[in-house]
C-alpha cells in the first residue's frame, strides 16, 4: 500500500468528544459506513436503507479537522430533496442529485480528546429518519502526502470480526481524476485462492476522492486474511486486513 507513514500517533481512547460550535458545507455528486443508529427498528425498515455513510479519513490530525474542509464524509443512496445534518452543527444541507452525497464539518477548536464522535442524519420526507454514528480518530504529527490512487484503509491492518460486523472497513480512494470510476473490491483469502465477497462502483467527486464502506451483511464474517482493491482508470491500489475472532466476554 502506498500511503505514507505519520510521524506520530496517539493511542485511541473510547471515550466521547463533546464537540463545540463549528461549520460545515457539503454538495451532491453525480449517481455512482456506518450502520443505522438508533433502538427504533423502524429506522432500519426505512426505504433508506441502501444508504450508507463513509469518512474520507477515520484517521485526522487537529489541524485537519479544523482547517480547509475539515471532517468529509460521504452518503451514498440518497435522493434530491434528502436533508442532511450533521451534529456539529445542526445546519441542514439539501441533496441536489440522486446518488452519493459529499459532505464536511470544519471544527472551530482542536479537539482535546482522541476522538471525535458525531451523527449525521438523513431525513427524506414522512419516512423515519436515518441516523450514522461517526467518529474520527485524532492523531498527532503530518499526515502527509498521499500518490496518485492510493487506497487509505481503516483500520488499517487488523480487526475483529465483531468491529468488522458492526463498523466495516473504511476504504477510500484518493487522487484520481475527477469524475472517474472507482471500483471497489474486497476479497476473502482462502487456502486454494480467493472469494470475491463485495464491490462497489462510486464516481471519484471534485475532491478527486471516492469513499464507501465493506460492511458484511449477512451476519458475522469468517475470520482469516482479507484484501481491499480500488481501481481508478489505470490506476490500482491494494490494502490486506486480518480478521481476528472476537474474545469471548468474561
Known amino acids: 500500500m502506498k500511503k505514507l507513514s505519520l510521524a506520530a500517533s496517539i493511542a485511541l481512547a473510547l471515550s466521547t468528544f463533546g464537540a463545540g460550535p463549528a461549520t ?3 454538495l451532491s455528486t453525480p449517481p455512482s459506513d456506518s450502520a443505522p443508529s438508533g433502538d427504533d427498528g423502524s429506522k432500519q425498515d426505512s426505504v433508506m436503507k441502501e444508504a450508507d455513510l463513509a469518512l474520507k479519513y477515520r484517521e485526522m490530525t487537529p489541524l485537519e479537522v479544523t482547517q480547509g ?5 460521504t452518503i451514498d443512496g440518497l435522493k434530491k430533496g434528502d436533508e442532511v445534518i450533521t451534529s456539529l452543527d445542526n445546519q441542514v444541507w439539501t441533496v441536489e442529485k440522486d446518488g452519493p452525497y459529499d459532505g464536511s464539518a470544519v471544527m472551530d477548536e482542536k479537539p482535546d480528546d482522541t476522538n471525535v464522535e458525531f451523527t449525521v442524519t438523513v431525513e427524506r420526507g414522512d419516512e423515519p429518519d436515518r441516523v450514522f454514528d461517526a467518529r474520527v480518530h485524532i492523531i498527532e504529527g503530518d499526515r502527509g502526502d498521499y500518490d496518485d ?3 487509505v484503509m481503516d483500520p488499517e491492518s487488523t480487526t475483529l470480526d465483531e468491529s468488522l460486523y458492526q463498523e466495516g472497513l473504511n476504504l477510500t480512494m484518493v487522487n484520481c481524476s475527477s469524475k472517474d470510476d472507482v471500483l471497489f473490491e474486497v476479497f476473502k483469502e ?11 462502483n462510486q464516481l471519484a467527486g471534485e475532491d478527486e476522492s471516492a469513499s464507501v464502506r465493506y460492511l458484511p451483511r449477512d451476519g458475522m464474517p469468517d475470520t482469516g ?3 481491499a482493491v480500488a481501481t481508478c482508470g489505470d490506476l490500482e491500489d491494494t490494502a490486506s486486513v486480518t480478521v481476528n475472532p472476537t474474545e469471548p466476554q468474561e
Open 225 to 227: 486474511e482479507y484484501e
Open 24 to 26: 460545515a458545507s457539503g
Open 149 to 151: 490512487g492510493t487506497l
Open 69 to 73: 474542509k475539515g471532517i468529509e464524509f
Open 190 to 200: 482462502n487456502e486454494d485462492g480467493r472469494t470475491k465477497v463485495w464491490e462497489k
